[in-house]
């Protein structure tokens, strides 16, 4: 069996644009954004790893904090604790699935690139 999430989506928007560090990103397109935190095994998934079986799809990923594991992460990293306090993300690891009006399709605790792909099936586009 494998690890899935138990968190309902919450109807919501949140905002487009996503900037922290020196990088920055606007959502154009339904879009992955992937909540990260340092020390998190799951997140490492993310952050270090494969993510295969979501080609295809943006990945945003996001922390609210600085973590030494970003400075050699195969993908940058937004340090953004304003845009996860305007989205209602309720803390880390945790993915939503938003559409390009910032429309969340999907959110749920994120443990692996598998179990999140495996979630948001039926909302990809």
């Known amino acids: 069996m494998s690890p899935s999430s138990f968190d309902q989506p919450r109807v919501r928007r949140v905002p487009r644009r996503l900037s922290g560090g020196d990088g ?15 020390a998190c095994d799951g997140c490492r998934a993310f952050t270090h790893g494969d993510l295969g079986v979501l080609e295809g799809l943006p990945v945003v990923l996001v ?3 600085e973590g030494p594991e970003w ?3 195969a993908r940058e990293v937004l340090v ?7 989205s209602g993300v309720r803390g880390a690891p945790h993915y939503v699935l938003v559409d390009a009006s910032g429309l969340v399709l ?3 605790v994120l443990f692996s690139p598998d179990q999140v792909a495996t ?7």
């Not at 154009?28 to 935190?37: D, F, H, M």
């Open 24 to 38: 920055a990103t606007e959502i154009t397109a339904t879009t992955l954004v992937a909540v990260v935190k340092p």
């Open 63 to 65: 922390s609210a904090t």
């Open 71 to 73: 400075d050699d992460a």
């Open 80 to 86: 953004a604790p304003e845009w996860l306090a305007a």
């Open 106 to 108: 999907t959110e749920g």
């Open 119 to 125: 979630e948001i099936a039926a909302h990809r586009p």
